[in-house]
């Protein structure tokens, strides 16, 4: 699954309260909005995918940009407060402001989906 396949048959919360839904699929739609690579997103997917889920491997990053960016999506998925200077400033170097904050934004949903997908595995058809 990709990010911007997420809908709210593949959402497990929707299952659970409609309201949940409605407000995520429209997070998940913005986020295509914001100029960050599609490639570049779904590789973040699918590394948080593996690390939480337990889903199949991510390509290896193919550049110094994808690079540092799955460098910063699996110190923020282990420990967000683990995330240094350094590895900002190399973050800074390869995204804007706003594809940061994106980026940030949709390494968020990622985890968010793929625990609730973890911890409700078996629960929810």
Same mark, same amino acid.
């Given at each position: 699954? !990709? ?6 048959? @593949? ?12 407000? +995520?699929?429209? +997070?998940? %739609?913005?986020?295509?909005? !914001? ?14 995918? %593996? ?6 491997? /991510?390509?290896?990053? %193919? ?8 460098? *910063? !999506? ?10 240094? @200077? ?22 968020? !949903? *990622?985890? /968010?989906? /793929? ?11």
């Amino acid at each position: 699954m !990709t990010p911007m396949d997420i809908s709210s048959t @593949d959402n497990p919360l929707a299952a659970l309260d409609s309201h949940v839904a409605g407000p +995520l699929d429209e +997070l998940v %739609q913005a986020l295509d909005g !914001t100029g960050l690579n599609a490639a570049l997103l779904e590789l973040c997917a699918a590394r948080v995918e %593996q690390m939480v889920g337990g889903g199949p491997p /991510a390509r290896n990053p %193919q550049d110094d940009r994808e690079r540092v960016v799955l460098a *910063f !999506t699996e110190q923020y998925v282990l420990d967000a407060h683990g995330v240094t @200077d350094e590895l900002c400033a190399e973050m800074n170097a390869w995204l804007s402001p706003p594809e940061l904050a994106a980026l940030t934004t949709a390494i968020a !949903t *990622f985890e /968010a989906l /793929a625990r609730s997908r973890a911890a409700l595995k078996g629960v929810i058809p």
